[in-house]
């Protein structure tokens, strides 16, 4: 082979290596949070935005030249990267509340329907589904002190579904029926299924032959691969009284043998992958962590929900070395491009923030944030907290979080591609921004 020849087979190899790397939830499959490339440190405009039905939670994923993407409209989107573009669409019978993962040709991710679905990702057609045993959200007696006490209410904050992992064959993802599942990626066979004690909507990762993921029981786990026997599983804090401070809503990240994941009991834990042993905590006073952190260089990555804190730390100590506050809660997962961090806010802004020092570059507001209707927001857009929230009973914490959501709010967590940050709102839109 030439030299010319040789370096447009390796050039060949670097983009498939690159594409693989961003086609499910938070890039691959040990959900580093870190993408191929530079990301933009100047806003220079949107490239596109594509709307859908209803809120987009769902975070984008990549796949040769196609972002594909699901809806609370129970629509999941394969949209033209460039372009914006409608290539198909796909209705299922629930809110899609999960990132899709692509591999072998296939689309795959879970519905509110109590439904997992492989698609042709070429054409958006079905290559199989596999029932669950029902999707339902995390529920507790008074939960967040909601009154009557005695009455058991769904978590209105348990907003995402479990996005899949594919490894090895397999597809491996939560459900709301408190089980970890294993299917064939070929045949949607299932292989194994897993029981835990609560609710698993946090997405797994795999790394060496092994699942990684939490529950809503406060157990994380770590499950061998193949034969789906428990390898060992690490308790985390627990809330008997308003079931606040209580479950896993994020997904791990794997780096080096070390888990890092974040938890409602207002930690960010890293774990020997080998043994299950905790190496070091933060503490976030009270606040959940329900971003799932980036690791990148030797620093983790992530952010706190009610206090609002971009925070950096040692992956090695967890030593603190960055905190930056923003305006609103974050619970749109860090994505890492080069030397900028990307993250959603809930106020309707997408932050840009230098990797190194934490300091905001840039940052993109949706429409609905500013025009604010209802005063959600203050004049600095922190939220109207007094004004939207009035009361502990009934609906009205349902209404309230509805109000929160109404400016474009964005959980979705951001994709960096060819330098282009792809992002789903609460507006209904998939964002395209360079």
């Given at each position: 082979?030439?030299?010319?020849?040789?370096?447009?087979?390796?050039?060949?190899?670097?983009?498939?290596?690159?594409?693989?790397?961003?086609?499910?939830?938070?890039?691959?499959a040990?959900?580093?949070?870190?993408?191929?490339?530079q990301?933009?440190?100047?806003?220079?405009?949107v490239?596109?935005?594509?709307q859908?039905g209803?809120?987009?939670?769902?975070?984008?994923?990549?796949?040769d030249?196609?972002?594909?993407?699901?809806?609370?409209?129970?629509?999941?989107?394969?949209?033209?990267?460039?372009?914006?573009?409608?290539?198909?669409?796909?209705?299922t019978?629930?809110?899609?509340?999960?990132?899709?993962?692509?591999?072998?040709g296939?689309?795959?991710?879970?519905?509110?329907?109590?439904?997992?679905?492989?698609?042709?990702?070429?054409?958006?057609?079905?290559?199989?589904?596999?029932?669950?045993?029902?999707?339902?959200?995390?529920?507790a007696?008074?939960?967040?002190?909601?009154?009557?006490?005695s009455?058991?209410?769904?978590?209105?904050?348990?907003t995402?579904?479990?996005?899949?992992?594919?490894?090895?064959?397999?597809?491996?993802?939560?459900?709301?029926?408190?089980?970890?599942?294993?299917?064939?990626?070929?045949?949607?066979?299932?292989?194994?299924?897993f029981?835990?004690g609560?609710?698993?909507?946090?997405?797994?990762?795999?790394?060496?032959?092994?699942?990684?993921?939490?529950?809503?029981?406060?157990?994380?786990?770590?499950?061998?691969?193949?034969?789906?026997?428990?390898?060992?599983?690490?308790k985390?804090?627990?809330?008997?009284?308003?079931?606040?401070?209580?479950?896993?809503?994020?997904?791990p990240?794997?780096?080096?043998?070390?888990?890092?994941?974040?938890?409602?009991?207002?930690?960010?834990?890293?774990i020997?992958?080998?043994?299950?042993?905790?190496k070091?905590?933060?503490?976030?006073?009270?606040?959940?962590?329900?971003?799932s952190?980036?690791?990148?260089?030797?620093?983790?990555?992530?952010?706190t929900s009610?206090?609002?804190?971009?925070?950096?730390?040692?992956?090695?100590?967890?030593?603190?070395?960055?905190?930056?506050?923003?305006?609103?809660?974050?619970?749109?997962?860090?994505?890492?491009?080069?030397?900028?961090?990307?993250?959603?806010?809930?106020?309707?802004?997408?932050?840009?923030?230098?990797?190194?020092?934490?300091?905001?570059?840039?940052?993109?507001?949706?429409?609905?944030?500013?025009?604010?209707?209802?005063?959600?927001?203050?004049?600095?857009?922190?939220?109207?907290?007094?004004?939207v929230?009035?009361?502990?009973?009934?609906?009205?914490?349902?209404?309230?979080?509805?109000?929160?959501?109404?400016?474009?709010?964005?959980?979705?967590?951001?994709?960096?591609?060819?330098?282009?940050?792809?992002?789903?709102?609460?507006?209904?839109?998939?964002?395209?921004?360079?």
């Amino acid at each position: 082979m030439s030299k010319r020849a040789l370096l447009i087979a390796i050039a060949n190899l670097l983009v498939i290596g690159n594409c693989a790397a961003q086609s499910m939830f938070r890039g691959d499959a040990e959900h580093s949070g870190v993408y191929a490339g530079q990301g933009p440190r100047q806003f220079h405009g949107v490239k596109w935005s594509f709307q859908t039905g209803d809120k987009v939670l769902s975070s984008p994923t990549y796949h040769d030249g196609v972002i594909y993407v699901g809806s609370d409209d129970g629509k999941v989107y394969a949209v033209d990267a460039i372009s914006g573009r409608q290539l198909w669409r796909y209705a299922t019978g629930g809110p899609v509340a999960s990132s899709p993962a692509v591999a072998y040709g296939v689309v795959y991710f879970t519905s509110y329907d109590g439904k997992f679905y492989a698609l042709n990702a070429k054409t958006g057609v079905t290559k199989w589904k596999f029932v669950t045993g029902g999707e339902r959200r995390f529920e507790a007696r008074g939960i967040h002190g909601q009154l009557p006490k005695s009455q058991t209410f769904p978590d209105i904050y348990d907003t995402y579904l479990s996005s899949p992992v594919v490894a090895k064959g397999a597809v491996y993802f939560g459900s709301g029926d408190g089980s970890v599942y294993a299917l064939d990626a070929a045949t949607g066979a299932q292989r194994w299924k897993f029981a835990t004690g609560n609710v698993v909507h946090a997405s797994p990762a795999y790394a060496d032959g092994v699942i990684f993921v939490g529950s809503w029981d406060s157990n994380f786990y770590a499950i061998d691969a193949t034969t789906g026997k428990e390898k060992w599983r690490f308790k985390s804090g627990d809330d008997e009284l308003i079931h606040n401070q209580v479950g896993f809503q994020g997904s791990p990240a794997v780096v080096d043998g070390v888990v890092y994941v974040g938890c409602r009991d207002s930690h960010l834990y890293a774990i020997e992958a080998a043994t299950g042993k905790e190496k070091w905590n933060v503490s976030t006073g009270l606040s959940w962590v329900i971003t799932s952190p980036a690791v990148h260089q030797g620093k983790v990555y992530f952010a706190t929900s009610d206090t609002g804190l971009f925070t950096v730390v040692e992956a090695a100590t967890g030593k603190p070395l960055v905190e930056q506050t923003s305006k609103s809660f974050l619970w749109s997962s860090p994505a890492i491009a080069g030397d900028v961090a990307f993250i959603g806010s809930f106020n309707g802004a997408l932050e840009v923030r230098d990797a190194t020092n934490g300091e905001l570059l840039w940052e993109f507001q949706t429409e609905a944030s500013k025009r604010n209707l209802g005063w959600v927001l203050t004049a600095d857009r922190s939220f109207n907290q007094s004004l939207v929230y009035r009361s502990n009973w009934r609906e009205a914490p349902t209404i309230a979080v509805n109000q929160q959501l109404s400016v474009g709010s964005f959980l979705s967590s951001p994709l960096v591609v060819n330098g282009v940050v792809y992002i789903g709102s609460t507006d209904g839109k998939l964002y395209a921004v360079e």
